[in-house]
């Protein structure tokens, strides 16, 4: 859902491999990326702080987490007459565990600070199916 000019929000949420490409199955144990586009109302730009991106990452056939990590990159507070858009990236490093034709379900929550306010908002990725 798109930011009005005085909240912010996380758009979408993707699994994505190295090169940059949207993937919906993967190679048990191999890194890719979750990258999650946001948008920040003209508003909250003119006193941001930071954005944090909190990422969990569970094995929904086995019912196992198997990642959890957060982001926070800093933004720089502007004035603008239109909305900031951007994306935030985390690397899920190699070696996670899971078995061939387990489902992954990837969430996330969004966090941006702003002043002595936060504005949180969540997203969840198409499912992820594990191969060997």
């Given at each position: 859902m798109a930011s009005g000019q005085n909240d912010a929000s996380v758009?979408?949420?993707?699994?994505?491999?190295?090169?940059?490409?949207?993937i919906s199955s993967i190679k048990v144990g191999d890194p890719f990326n979750v990258v999650a586009d946001y948008q920040v109302g003209s508003n909250v730009m003119q006193v941001v702080k930071d954005v944090t991106l909190m990422v969990s990452i569970n094995n929904i056939t086995q019912l196992k987490a198997v990642f959890k990590k957060d982001k926070t990159d800093p933004l720089t507070a502007v004035q603008k007459l239109t909305p900031y858009k951007s994306t935030i990236t985390l690397a899920v490093p190699a070696n996670w565990m899971a078995d061939e034709g387990d489902i992954l379900d990837i969430k996330a929550t969004f966090k941006v600070v702003a002043g002595v306010l936060s504005d949180f908002s969540t997203a969840v990725a198409a499912p992820v199916v594990v191969e060997t």
């Open positions: 758009l979408l949420i993707r699994a994505e491999d190295a090169a940059g490409f949207a």
